[in-house]
């Protein structure tokens, strides 16, 4: 556990172990709560960082590959000679996938554990990328399938990965480290922007399909350096294994870590009906992630399909316009992790749902406008990144704290599943409103813009709307073990 560590400041402080021992100790009454406020007040260690690092490093990967796929679909569309509804099934796969992922994940890294959860779900995933560079030409269903298991992979590491991190990093440091930990996984999106641009018309899209296996490595490595989470083994009864972990962590011996006063009885094994305990939260968690994740999915998806057909130029010359917004994304989530440290989750959240309604009405006026030479709608796609895609280092987080440990990952599990809805409204709608038996051409894009968009306008409103409404504020708050 990230709780525990070495004092740099050695005997003038007291030992490691006289700390350690104290903690569990200082509260004869005391309760796992009372333990863990006495040992997070330590310092940070290498391993919890290293941990952190490959945290991100396998998100970035699972963004990137996600991607990756609205660029493949900009040169498959044509060459393969497919209809909307048939590119919308190729875009879609992995959200329904997610779906299924999201819900199973949650579940197994609530009872199971979430290092387990995290670095299976990401061998699965980086398979499931791997086989998309191997199938014959046309051949749109097997690549819709293959999809299917990278969504539901990633997503099922994702469900755990939000909940240790948040759960591993003491309460003083809890909001902004989790909320940067996010940003760099907007590199995931820059990367498939940028390898598709230059690699495109060098390796083709086989080559670059098959960049989706990298995160294999990060997987292995998960599963031999990231602890398990302390919190959750409290919340299950695990007493013994938490002390294990945080002397683990921490570089001391098992002995010098002092076990809970009061000891947890074990859990049932974790079922997702609970999360209907709690209606409120339940809607809440489900309206804010389906209405952002429409909206960003929506032109992160059909983006470079959309700016490729409207401005008639190749799918790497739109993936170039997409690296910009890769970095305005980049940006908006270091802003997105600052921010609620002087205004909260709740406002900042609002914040962020709404600029994104205004940037999703500006695209459904002006999309056909020009300023300068330059693309209104590339122009509005670029500067809203930082708000519809940077948002998400703030309400990545804000679901986890605001459940018990002991819910955690079903509850960002649920976040996840109404994500995969997302990303399947996202390109649905487009491919409706456009005509999904009709081909993909100019003239069918363009007359679907402005309908598209306005039905993302209203996704965020929906969002904006549920947050305004669910009050709780988690930072700077103890988490509930539950």
């Known amino acids: 556990?990230?709780?525990?560590?070495?004092?740099?400041?050695?005997?003038?402080?007291?030992?490691?172990?006289?700390?350690?021992?104290?903690?569990?100790?200082?509260?004869?009454?005391?309760?796992?709560?009372?333990?863990?406020?006495?040992?997070?007040?330590?310092?940070?260690?290498?391993?919890?960082?290293?941990?952190?690092?490959l945290l991100v490093l396998q998100e970035m990967f699972e963004f990137y590959d996600f991607f990756l796929v609205g660029y493949l679909v900009s040169v498959l569309a044509p060459g393969w000679h497919l209809t909307y509804g048939q590119g919308a099934i190729m875009l879609?796969?992995?959200?329904?996938?997610?779906?299924?992922?999201?819900?199973?994940?949650g579940r197994i890294a609530d009872t199971v554990g979430r290092k387990k959860t995290i670095w299976g779900g990401g061998l699965i995933f980086s398979l499931g990328a791997a086989g998309c560079a191997l199938i014959p030409d046309g051949a749109w269903i097997v690549f819709s399938m293959l999809r299917f298991v990278v969504g539901f992979g990633s997503i099922a590491a994702v469900s755990a990965q939000n909940p240790l991190v948040v759960e591993i990093t003491p309460t003083r440091h809890r909001t902004f480290v989790s909320s940067m930990m996010v940003v760099p996984v907007a590199l995931g999106t820059m990367f498939a922007a940028m390898i598709s641009a230059n690699l495109l018309p060098v390796i083709g899209w086989r080559g670059v399909a098959a960049t989706?296996?990298?995160p294999i490595v990060t997987s292995l490595l998960i599963a031999w350096i990231a602890p398990e989470s302390v919190r959750w083994l409290l919340s299950r009864g695990r007493n013994a294994d938490a002390r294990r972990e945080a002397a683990k962590l921490a570089g001391v011996p098992e002995q010098a870590v002092a076990l809970p006063t009061a000891i947890a009885p074990a859990r049932k094994p974790a079922s997702l009906s609970e999360l209907f305990q709690d209606p409120k939260r339940f809607w809440w968690v489900v309206v804010i992630w389906t209405g952002i994740s429409t909206g960003t999915y929506g032109v992160a998806l059909w983006g470079p399909t959309i700016l490729s057909q409207l401005?008639?130029?190749?799918?790497?010359e739109a993936a170039q316009y997409f690296v910009y917004a890769s970095i305005a994304s980049i940006l908006g989530r270091v802003l997105f992790s600052f921010l609620p440290l002087y205004i909260g989750r709740r406002r900042a959240a609002l914040v962020g749902t709404f600029m994104s309604v205004l940037i999703m009405l500006a695209i459904f006026?002006?999309?056909?406008?020009?300023?300068?030479?330059?693309?209104?709608?590339?122009?509005?796609?670029?500067?809203?990144?930082?708000?519809?895609?940077?948002?998400?280092?703030?309400?990545?987080?804000?679901?986890?704290?605001?459940?018990?440990?002991?819910?955690?990952a079903r509850a960002f599990g649920l976040a996840q599943a109404a994500n995969g809805v997302g990303k399947i409204l996202g390109p649905v709608c487009l491919a409706l409103i456009a005509g999904s038996n009709d081909v993909v051409s100019p003239k069918a894009t363009a007359d679907a813009i402005a309908p598209a968009f306005l039905f993302l306008a209203a996704c965020e409103f929906a969002a904006l709307i549920a947050i305004f409404s669910f009050r709780r504020e988690p930072h700077g708050k103890p988490m509930d073990i539950g």
Do not use: C
Not at 311 to 316: E, G, N, S
């Open 1 to 53: 556990m990230a709780d525990v560590s070495l004092d740099a400041q050695g005997a003038a402080h007291g030992s490691v172990p006289d700390k350690i021992h104290r903690a569990g100790h200082d509260h004869p009454k005391g309760d796992a709560q009372d333990w863990l406020s006495g040992i997070e007040k330590s310092n940070l260690t290498p391993r919890y960082y290293l941990t952190i690092a």
């Open 212 to 214: 989706g296996a990298t």
């Open 311 to 316: 401005l008639k130029i190749t799918a790497h």
């Open 92 to 105: 879609l796969s992995s959200g329904v996938g997610a779906i299924f992922g999201s819900l199973v994940g």
């Open 365 to 408: 006026v002006f999309y056909r406008e020009f300023i300068g030479g330059w693309s209104v709608f590339a122009l509005l796609v670029v500067f809203g990144a930082a708000f519809y895609s940077g948002s998400f280092s703030n309400i990545t987080p804000y679901v986890v704290e605001v459940f018990p440990v002991s819910l955690g």
